[in-house]
């Protein structure tokens, strides 16, 4: 069955080509199809295009068809088109001509729309939680290390005096802005497009308010041709915040790798957490962040394709908006992956608490000394030569009792404020309220 159908078989290889993986892709929008329509029906009602009778009816089966997508052993499969077409021709399949009236003023451009962002929607929290797991993990671990000294790089040379409470900190507190870029994507997908049909809206008197209300969203998309013209701009908007998060990661992956090699030494993980080498008996090596850096940086991609793909569009929808569907889905769940094994294994991260004992580290102070004589009123480029000085001279003696107050420094590392800065921000997602909308709408005694 395909919802265009008139009357003309369609050849074999361009049927192929046309849906790609859209049966296997379309198995993860199923139960947001249904959640749509549950919504759709229940507004055709209040606009009496449909009674009381058939509304129950209708939904009693969506609700059915619902619990078998959900089922962990379901026997759903997508053996038409497409998961629009799949539940529609169930719903005729079952009730016959009541069950064509599920597509009155609809279309599979403003369906695909809905659950995109409904998915979108639940996508997002689920990594809201994963990104809140892995911060306070690190919040934890910081404030666990935040005496535990190591050295600060810049240009990959010994700098100055840093801690593992910093280090931690330092992550967490980017996973605030993480938070940031995913809270943007989240208000941009949390508007309905239901009720646009395909980009030019409908005769029918619907009322897409309601459906708006039903679903939990916070307004509907109002001009009915922007809800196709907003595609790629709200793709780009969740690569953007997947990318933010990947940016974290791969970041904190390569500090790892640097600091688990021998010539740094600075922490480790249990031997589970590393692979071998097939012919050097005492490699341990750092392969998951190896993979998570590299995965993350094919996350980075993902903006990139979904502008390249769709950057030469006009107005109105196309096949093309197809491609990014898939690559949407899909890094979703890598990104939740990513976040999941990342945070297992910092569970178990063993800190080397010794790392400025080595003598090779004793200038990493000289900053220390420096400020120890402009605290004695010497001006900062004098203090500097004079340092400078014994340094090259032989003569230095660091100054290892360290006294950093200031916000944000290694004996102040403010993470009171990042965690209120945190819980803030996980707060305006208000995903309570899509909850409500949902489970209200799945009620089986509607």
């Not at 005729?92 to 403003?110: E, Q």
């Not at 935040?146 to 010994?158: A, E, F, I, R």
């Given at each position: 069955?395909?919802?265009w159908?008139?009357?003309?078989t369609?050849?074999?290889?361009v049927?192929?080509?046309?849906?790609?993986?859209?049966?296997?892709?379309?198995?993860?929008?199923?139960?947001?199809?249904?959640?749509?329509?549950l919504a759709?029906?229940?507004?055709?009602?209040?606009?009496?295009?449909?009674?009381?009778?058939?509304?129950?009816?209708?939904?009693?089966?969506?609700i059915?068809?619902?619990?078998?997508?959900?089922?962990p052993?379901?026997?759903?499969?997508?053996e038409t088109?497409?998961?629009?077409?799949?539940?529609?021709?169930?719903?005729?399949?079952?009730?016959?001509g009541?069950?064509?009236?599920?597509?009155?003023?609809?279309?599979r451009?403003?369906?695909?729309l809905?659950?995109?962002?409904?998915?979108?929607?639940?996508?997002?929290?689920?990594?809201?939680?994963?990104?809140?797991?892995?911060?306070?993990?690190?919040?934890?671990?910081?404030?666990?290390?935040?005496?535990?000294?190591?050295?600060?790089?810049?240009?990959?040379?010994?700098?100055?005096?840093?801690?593992?409470?910093?280090?931690?900190?330092?992550y967490?507190?980017?996973?605030?802005?993480?938070?940031?870029?995913?809270?943007?994507?989240?208000?941009?997908?949390?508007?309905?497009?239901?009720?646009?049909?395909?980009?030019?809206?409908?005769?029918?008197?619907i009322?897409?308010n309601?459906?708006?209300?039903?679903?939990?969203?916070?307004?509907?998309?109002?001009?009915?041709?922007k809800?196709?013209?907003?595609?790629?701009k709200?793709?780009?908007?969740?690569?953007?915040?997947?990318?933010?998060?990947?940016?974290?990661?791969?970041?904190?992956?390569?500090?790892?790798?640097?600091?688990m090699?021998?010539?740094?030494?600075?922490?480790?993980?249990?031997?589970?957490?590393?692979?071998?080498?097939?012919?050097m008996?005492?490699?341990?090596?750092?392969?998951?962040?190896e993979?998570?850096?590299?995965?993350?940086?094919?996350?980075?991609?993902?903006q990139?394709?979904?502008?390249?793909?769709?950057?030469?569009?006009?107005?109105?929808?196309?096949?093309?908006?197809?491609?990014?569907?898939?690559l949407?889905?899909?890094?979703?769940?890598?990104?939740?992956?990513?976040?999941?094994?990342?945070?297992?294994?910092?569970?178990?991260?063993?800190?080397?608490?010794?790392?400025?004992k080595?003598?090779?580290?004793k200038?990493?102070?000289?900053?220390?000394?420096v400020?120890?004589?402009?605290?004695?009123?010497t001006?900062?480029?004098?203090?500097?030569k004079?340092?400078?000085?014994?340094?090259?001279?032989?003569?230095?003696?660091?100054?290892?009792?360290?006294?950093?107050?200031?916000?944000?420094?290694?004996?102040?590392?403010?993470?009171?404020?990042?965690?209120?800065?945190?819980?803030?921000?996980?707060?305006q997602?208000?995903?309570?309220?899509?909850?409500?909308?949902?489970?209200?709408?799945?009620?089986?005694?509607?």
């Amino acid at each position: 069955m395909k919802l265009w159908e008139k009357g003309y078989t369609l050849n074999k290889q361009v049927e192929k080509f046309t849906i790609g993986n859209d049966r296997v892709i379309d198995m993860e929008l199923a139960q947001y199809d249904i959640i749509g329509s549950l919504a759709h029906v229940k507004m055709l009602l209040t606009v009496g295009f449909l009674n009381n009778d058939e509304y129950r009816t209708l939904h009693k089966e969506l609700i059915s068809i619902y619990k078998e997508v959900i089922s962990p052993d379901s026997p759903f499969k997508i053996e038409t088109e497409d998961v629009h077409s799949q539940i529609e021709l169930m719903l005729t399949n079952k009730l016959g001509g009541l069950g064509k009236k599920i597509h009155t003023a609809r279309s599979r451009n403003d369906q695909v729309l809905v659950d995109i962002f409904m998915f979108s929607r639940n996508k997002i929290k689920l990594i809201v939680n994963s990104v809140e797991n892995l911060f306070d993990l690190f919040i934890f671990l910081s404030n666990e290390n935040k005496d535990v000294l190591m050295p600060g790089y810049t240009h990959l040379q010994v700098a100055m005096p840093s801690s593992f409470g910093l280090w931690f900190g330092a992550y967490a507190e980017c996973l605030t802005d993480d938070m940031f870029t995913l809270q943007l994507a989240y208000k941009m997908i949390n508007q309905n497009p239901l009720g646009s049909a395909a980009g030019y809206g409908s005769s029918v008197p619907i009322d897409r308010n309601l459906t708006t209300e039903l679903l939990g969203f916070d307004t509907p998309v109002y001009n009915s041709l922007k809800a196709q013209l907003g595609r790629s701009k709200i793709e780009e908007a969740v690569a953007f915040a997947l990318s933010s998060i990947a940016t974290t990661l791969l970041k904190l992956s390569s500090d790892v790798c640097l600091y688990m090699s021998q010539n740094f030494g600075f922490l480790s993980f249990p031997d589970e957490f590393t692979t071998g080498s097939s012919i050097m008996p005492h490699k341990k090596n750092p392969d998951i962040f190896e993979l998570v850096r590299a995965k993350s940086n094919k996350i980075k991609t993902l903006q990139i394709q979904v502008s390249q793909i769709t950057g030469n569009l006009t107005s109105g929808y196309f096949r093309d908006y197809q491609i990014i569907k898939e690559l949407i889905i899909s890094a979703f769940d890598e990104v939740l992956q990513l976040l999941e094994i990342v945070t297992l294994a910092f569970k178990d991260v063993n800190i080397n608490k010794e790392i400025l004992k080595d003598k090779k580290y004793k200038y990493i102070y000289s900053v220390e000394n420096v400020n120890a004589l402009v605290k004695q009123r010497t001006p900062f480029r004098d203090a500097y030569k004079i340092v400078a000085k014994e340094i090259e001279e032989g003569k230095f003696k660091p100054l290892i009792n360290l006294e950093h107050t200031h916000i944000g420094s290694i004996g102040n590392l403010c993470n009171d404020e990042i965690i209120k800065k945190m819980r803030l921000i996980k707060d305006q997602f208000n995903f309570e309220k899509v909850e409500r909308a949902i489970n209200n709408l799945l009620d089986k005694n509607l």
